[in-house]
């Protein structure tokens, strides 16, 4: 996916007026850095397709533009976020560390809960993870103070889900089935938290995990 150049012309439409979160990437013709992060700008670009815009700036098309948001080198990739800018860093970014520019602005599912966030509301004792997974899996390893509830049981369990010590939060391995549960439960009047990207997400962020013996 080829991403599209913008001009000076451009910018208050495609940046400052989106609807969703833009991510540019100021570059320039003489730049070998820029030409070596463009396959990881172009595969965000696919994977944030309708979650978020990917546009280049010439910095030498776009003078007044690179002046006003002072980039002084290049590449630079800035985040703007309704209207504003909200995230910048520079220099030959990969893609994960690109999408961590943008994570924070990305629109989010109803219910959903990041993995960071989640540890600190079970540190807090706020809410209680709920792991959906079957039981093998559970016992190899979860959240620390997770409780097991296969997904399959949720739903006939309700009660017990609201009688934990704090807020449910469901996960499961990858955040899928979770996401799926908690659309289908706020649909009828039960809205429920899930952990995005799931226990595989929570391992992904090096967060702690307990592996009974």
Known sequence: ????????????????????????????????????????VEALARELKDKAKVVKIDIDKSKRIATMLRVQAV????????????AADQGVLRKNQLRALVEPFLPRAEGAIR????????????????????ASAFNRAHIPGAVNMPIEEIEGRLAELHMLAGAPVL??????????????MAEGGMPVAFLEGGFLQWEAEMLPIERPD
Request: glycine content about 4%; aromatic content about 6%.
């Open 171 to 184: 996960y499961c391995r990858s955040g899928d089935k979770t996401k799926d549960l908690a659309t289908k």
């Open 115 to 134: 993995a960071p966030e989640l540890a600190q509301l079970i540190n807090e004792q706020q809410v209680v993870a709920v792991d959906t997974r079957e």
């Open 75 to 86: 590449p630079t990739f800035m985040v703007f976020h309704k209207g504003r800018p909200v």
């Open 1 to 40: 996916m080829s991403v599209p150049e913008i001009s000076e012309q451009d910018f208050e439409r495609e940046v400052l007026r989106s609807e969703l979160p833009v991510l540019i990437d100021f570059t320039a013709t003489w730049c070998g850095p820029c030409k070596t992060v463009a396959p990881e």
